[in-house]
T-cell receptor, first 114, second 107 residues
Framework: GAGVSQSPSNKVTEKGKDVELRCDPISGHTALYWYRQSLGQGLEFLIYFQGNSAPDKSGLPSDRFSAERTGGSVSTLTIQRTQQEDSAVYLC????????????FGDGTRLSIL | RKEVEQDPGPFNVPEGATVAFNCTYSNSASQSFFWYRQDCRKEPKLLMSVYSSGNEDGRFTAQLNRASQYISLLIRDSKLSDSATYLCVVSDYKLSFGAGTTVTVRA
C-alpha cells in the first residue's frame, strides 16, 4: 500500500521486557515522526527524523526510549524495561519535508504492558 | 500551560445542524495549522489545513486568528458521519496536538 505502515498492530508484553515497534513511511517522505497517545489523551510528540540530520529527541519521556532510522526510511522505536505507564498507542507519521507540511499517520501499534 | 488547548465537548447536535468550536495555541512562532479528525481507536487523519485568510472545504470552514492565537472549525449541515474527535494541530517543525473536541451528530 501507499500509506505509512506500522507493525505490530498490537503488542502485549510483561513489565520489564523490551519491545521494538516498526514504522515504514510513505516512499519518498524524508520526515518521520513518532507520537504516542494514551487512553483518552491527546497525542504526545516523541521523536522526529528529517533526512540525514540529527533526530530531535526532545519528546522522549525517559532514557528507556530510543529510536533509529536506517537508510532514511524504516524506523524502529525501542522501549527498554517496559513499565505499565508505557501502555499506549504508538503512532508513526511521515511527511514529504519539514513539519510545516501535513503529516500522514500509520494505524499505530497498541502496546499493552501487563 | 498546554501548547494547544481545546474545549473537549462533547458537542451533541442533530443532523443538519451547524456546529463550531475552536482552539487556542501558545506558541506565537507557529507556522502551520491543521484540523485532523480521529475516529474511535483509529489514527488521526488530516481534515484540512488552515490558512490565514480562512478557507472552506465543502461543509467545513476553518479560520485562523494569529493576533489572538486561535483557530476555529465550523461544520455546516452536519452528517452522522461527522461524528468524531476533531484535533486542533499547530506546527513549528513538529506537530503539537490539542486533546480533541468530540462531536456527536444524532439522527
Amino acid at each position: 500500500g501507499a500509506g505509512v505502515s506500522q507493525s505490530p498492530s498490537n503488542k502485549v508484553t510483561e513489565k520489564g521486557k523490551d519491545v521494538e515497534l516498526r514504522c515504514d513511511p510513505i516512499s519518498g517522505h524524508t520526515a518521520l515522526y513518532w507520537y504516542r497517545q494514551s487512553l483518552g489523551q491527546g497525542l504526545e510528540f516523541l521523536i522526529y527524523f528529517q533526512g540525514n540530520s540529527a533526530p530531535d529527541k526532545s519528546g522522549l519521556p525517559s532514557d528507556r526510549f530510543s529510536a533509529e532510522r536506517t537508510g532514511g526510511s524504516v524506523s524502529t522505536l525501542t522501549i527498554q524495561r517496559t513499565q505499565q505507564e508505557d501502555s499506549a498507542v504508538y503512532l508513526c507519521a511521515s511527511s514529504p519535508g519539514t513539519g510545516n507540511q501535513p503529516q500522514h499517520f500509520g494505524d499505530g501499534t497498541r502496546l499493552s504492558i501487563l | 500551560r498546554k501548547e494547544v488547548e481545546q474545549d473537549p465537548g462533547p458537542f451533541n447536535v442533530p443532523e443538519g445542524a451547524t456546529v463550531a468550536f475552536n482552539c487556542t495555541y501558545s506558541n506565537s512562532a507557529s507556522q502551520s495549522f491543521f484540523w485532523y479528525r480521529q475516529d474511535c481507536r483509529k489514527e488521526p487523519k488530516l481534515l484540512m489545513s488552515v490558512y490565514s485568510s480562512g478557507n472552506e472545504d465543502g461543509r467545513f470552514t476553518a479560520q485562523l486568528n494569529r493576533a489572538s492565537q486561535y483557530i476555529s472549525l465550523l461544520i455546516r449541515d452536519s452528517k452522522l458521519s461527522d461524528s468524531a474527535t476533531y484535533l486542533c494541530v499547530v506546527s513549528d517543525y513538529k506537530l503539537s496536538f490539542g486533546a480533541g473536541t468530540t462531536v456527536t451528530v444524532r439522527a
